[in-house]
């Protein structure tokens, strides 16, 4: 459909979601995080709250990251067996950048916390974009560690929760296309 990669249709058309084990160096270096980020900030914000915010956790905080992933995790399961800690300690090591988004809702504010929430996950996903735009792939990941609240507390507090790790990096192989929607399941039109 968007074969011309130059045109903003194809690189929205284009951008697949790497898998943060399979993302290697390079990864982006601190302006270009930057730049990334604010990219993400041009995000539908009802109220103009910036009801969000983004943590990078650099390559020397990884194994910090790993232990308190893991100590929480035998805090909640003190019986986890070796390889479930081991696929913590392997998560905080994934690509070669992390950013840990963040919904920090103004709960002061009359806008819906929904809404807030909304675009939280927008940001996230101008986060990916921004990164297949300059070249990287990434991946979006929640899971356990996601809603757990020590590790949510390493990075802020309540009523902050964490959106989802977000993995930078180049991909180790070509990403493959994944089965899509389809549209006449997803799209209707409204007859009132």
Not at 56 to 70: G, H, K, M, N, Y
Not at 88 to 106: D, E, G, I, T
Not at 111 to 116: A, M, R, S, V
């Amino acid at each position: 459909m968007f074969n011309d990669t130059t045109t903003p249709l194809s690189l929205l058309a284009t951008r697949r979601s790497g898998k943060p084990r399979d993302l290697v160096a390079p990864g982006p270096d601190v302006s270009e995080l930057h730049a990334m980020v604010e990219i993400a900030a041009r995000t539908p914000d009802h109220g103009k709250l910036a009801p969000w915010r983004f943590v990078v956790v650099p390559a020397d905080q990884r194994s910090r990251l790993a232990e308190v992933i893991t100590t929480a995790y035998l805090a909640e399961r003190p019986q986890a067996a070796r390889l479930e800690i081991e696929s913590f300690q392997q998560f905080a090591h994934q690509a070669p950048a992390l950013v840990v988004a963040l919904s920090s809702p103004r709960t002061e504010s009359h806008i819906p916390l929904w809404e807030q929430e909304l675009s939280a996950g927008a940001a996230c996903m101008n986060l990916l974009h921004a990164a297949h735009a300059m070249g990287f792939a990434a991946g979006w990941l929640t899971g356990w560690s996601a809603y757990n609240d020590s590790v949510r507390d390493a990075f802020g507090a309540a009523p902050e929760r964490i959106v989802g790790f977000v993995f930078i990096g180049s991909p180790a192989k070509q990403l493959e296309e994944r089965p899509r929607p389809d549209l006449s399941k997803i799209i209707s039109v409204w007859n009132g």
